[in-house]
Nanobody
Framework: QVQLVESGGGLVQAGGSLRLSCAAS????????MAWFRQAPGKEREFVAG????????YYADSVKGRFTISRDNAKNTVYLQMNSLKPEDTAVYYC?????????????????WGQGTQVTVSS
């Protein structure tokens, strides 16, 4: 079981950029599919972006497509979320998640491990 720690959140103006990082413990990180989810106040947690275990396939929610990029560095046990052209509606707590099946899903119930979350706030 991996353990996940997110970093990189903060306050940014609309149109700005942030890069989130998620560091994973354990030697089997490369076997896991990874994803980012987010949860805004009063809303359900939603899928943002995912990447398969070998990095060969990525998938994005329509709301972030073309603005966000997910990537991973298996040598560093880290997954990233580059967020550009940020909007106030991107404000949320962002969570990193790991799926040992390696396949990647938009369903949060498929994920075996979660980080503690990092706050992203976009001001207008």
């Amino acid at each position: 079981q991996v353990q996940l720690v997110e970093s990189g959140g903060g306050l940014v103006q609309a149109g700005g950029s942030l890069r989130l990082s998620c560091a994973a413990s354990g030697r089997t990180f490369s076997n896991y599919a990874m994803a980012w989810f987010r949860q805004a106040p009063g809303k359900e947690r939603e899928f943002v972006a995912g990447i398969r275990r070998n990095g060969g396939g990525t998938y994005y929610a329509d709301s972030v497509k073309g603005r966000f990029t997910i990537s991973r560095d298996n040598a560093k046990n880290t997954v990233y979320l580059q967020m550009n052209s940020l909007k106030p509606e991107d404000t949320a707590v962002y969570y990193c998640a790991a799926d040992r099946s390696g396949v990647m899903s938009t369903d949060l119930k498929k994920y075996d491990a979660w980080g503690q979350g990092t706050q992203v706030t976009v001001s207008s």
